[in-house]
């Protein structure tokens, strides 16, 4: 089992920043791939970011690239997501997710581990 626990959401002005981390316990960190997702009301969950066991390879949403960015300290067992530039549209709760194949993270469906999520609110 992994545990993950997400924190750093908030509400934030548009245009400002916030960093999400997700803090994982449980199995060896650095054999698990890691992603955010986003959900709001209505629409379905989306992938945000993923990044590779290693971190040496990330993914990116259309909508996140260029103003995000996805990193991890697998010595402190924790993923991290920079977001700036923020817009009301990413108005979402952000959820962290663990899983051993990174193409499973893109597909976003059956994943190994999911957080409980963190709310993040842009003000216009």
């Known amino acids: 089992q992994v545990q993950l626990v997400e924190s750093g959401g908030g509400l934030v002005q548009a245009g400002g920043s916030l960093r999400l981390s997700c803090a994982a316990s449980g199995r060896t960190f650095s054999n698990y791939a890691m992603a955010w997702f986003r959900r709001t009301p209505g629409k379905e969950r989306e992938v945000v970011a993923i990044?590779?066991?290693?971190?040496?390879?990330?993914y990116y949403s259309a909508s996140a690239k260029g103003r995000f960015t996805i990193s991890r300290d697998n010595t402190k067992s924790t993923v991290y997501l920079q977001m700036s530039s923020l817009k009301p549209e990413d108005t979402a709760v952000y959820y962290c997710?663990?899983?051993?194949?990174?193409?499973?993270?893109?597909?976003?469906?059956?994943?190994?581990?999911w957080g409980q999520g963190t709310q993040v609110t842009v003000s216009s």
């Open positions: 990044i590779s066991m290693s971190g040496t390879v990330t």
């Open positions: 997710a663990a899983d051993q194949i990174f193409n499973r993270l893109r597909a976003g469906g059956r994943v190994d581990y």
